[in-house]
């Protein structure tokens, strides 16, 4: 399942909404309206336990209802995520889904004021895509979403990996676990690199992870309410997780696809680092910086190098390459020389970032002639 675009029509934005919220209903849970077609309060039903009606012996205690957030959404708050998320390079199918679960959310709140049954929305997501590709960002944008819908009380982020969740010795798990959980409700909890909680490698087991595992799956669970958990990683890895954990894929069963960044959207990258801290690319830089940007991705190293990550990191040596050749001009630079990338200095920090790849890859990967 992928999440792009926000251009798109209001056809494709419905057409990506029963993936994101799901038909299903969790364990046979609608929530109920009271009379007027207004929430109950508390999720209390009319008529139910706290009417004093007992229910008959042998009967399996029916779940309390889900409410839906009565009040109004932040619609400032709602806007200005999302305009986040536009503004984001690429990413077109995330931006799509995203509008859509928004959308959605929002019919969801029109319909309680009708009196019409509403299903709660999914809150936990599988993110798969390489490094460098926007996950935690729109992790964070995802939690200020739901934030603004009122579907959760804060808009933080705890991001975590393995070692956060993981302890030492069999016990500490679940405690280190759980903590970490418990500063997380209210907001995202974003686990990175999540398929390094299921090491098949290990000789015994993954003991450990196995643990962790479950804490998050129980955790998630009971504080459905008041918690969005994602788990994200490579596809391959996320694949194999998913495959040898069934708990996982029928809980986390919303998967957002990140794409490998493309030769103009990397380009663009390059361009919106430099303007938001006030520099730009002279013509012959901008032209190489197209040229290197195509150059690795045809020669699929784009995934190796970050993505994203790349790109700021090439801007970043560039703006030192260029303070080191000012600091030999004999005049005091001008406003024109402080702001302008040219092409030595990007030439000589694309050349920096592939020597830190490994003696073995130096001689096929230099830089793309001029």
Not at 48 to 73: C, H, N, Q, T
Not at 238 to 245: C, E, K, Q, S, T
């Amino acid at each position: 399942m992928s999440l792009t675009g926000i251009g798109q029509d209001a056809v494709d934005a419905a057409g990506d909404s029963e993936s994101l919220l799901g038909p299903e209903i969790l364990e046979g849970r609608e929530l109920r309206l009271g009379d007027g077609g207004q929430p109950v309060p508390g999720g209390a039903v009319p008529g139910g336990r706290d009417s004093g009606v007992r229910e008959k012996a042998g009967m399996v205690p029916r779940p309390v209802p889900k409410v839906f957030p009565a009040g109004p959404p932040d619609s400032a708050l709602l806007a200005e995520a999302l305009a986040e998320l536009e503004r984001m390079v690429g990413l077109e199918p995330v931006k799509r889904q995203v509008k859509a679960l928004s959308a959605q959310l929002n019919m969801a709140r029109l319909r309680a004021g009708q009196g019409l049954p509403v299903q709660p929305p999914k809150r936990h997501f599988v993110f798969s895509g390489p490094s460098g590709t926007g996950k935690t960002t729109v992790a964070r944008i995802l939690g200020r979403v739901f934030y603004a819908l009122g579907l959760l009380g804060g808009d933080h982020l705890v991001e975590a990996q393995r070692a956060d969740l993981v302890g030492e010795f069999l016990g500490q798990t679940a405690v280190k676990a759980n903590d970490l959980i418990d500063s997380a409700i209210g907001g995202v909890l974003f686990v990175d690199e999540a398929y390094s909680l299921s090491n098949s490698g290990y000789s015994k087991g993954d003991a450990y992870g196995d643990e962790a595992l479950q804490v998050l799956l129980k955790r998630a669970e009971d504080n459905r309410d008041h918690l969005v958990v994602i788990l994200a990683g490579y596809p391959e890895g996320m694949d194999r997780l998913l495959a040898v954990n069934p708990g996982l894929s029928s809980r986390f069963t919303t998967r957002v696809d990140f794409p490998s960044y493309r030769p103009p959207e990397l380009t663009s990258i390059g361009e919106v680092l430099a303007a938001e801290n006030g520099d730009a690319w002279d013509e012959e830089a901008l032209e190489e910086l197209r040229s290197i940007s195509g150059h690795v991705v045809d020669q699929g190293w784009i995934d190796e190098l970050g993505n994203g990550r790349f790109l700021r990191t090439l801007y970043e040596k560039s703006c030192a390459y260029r303070d080191l050749r000012l600091s030999g001009y004999a005049a005091t630079p001008t406003r024109d020389d402080l702001a302008t990338l040219r092409l030595p200095d990007l030439m000589q920090a694309y050349g920096e970032v592939l020597s830190g790849r490994g003696p073995a890859d130096r001689g096929r990967q230099e830089p793309p002639a001029l």
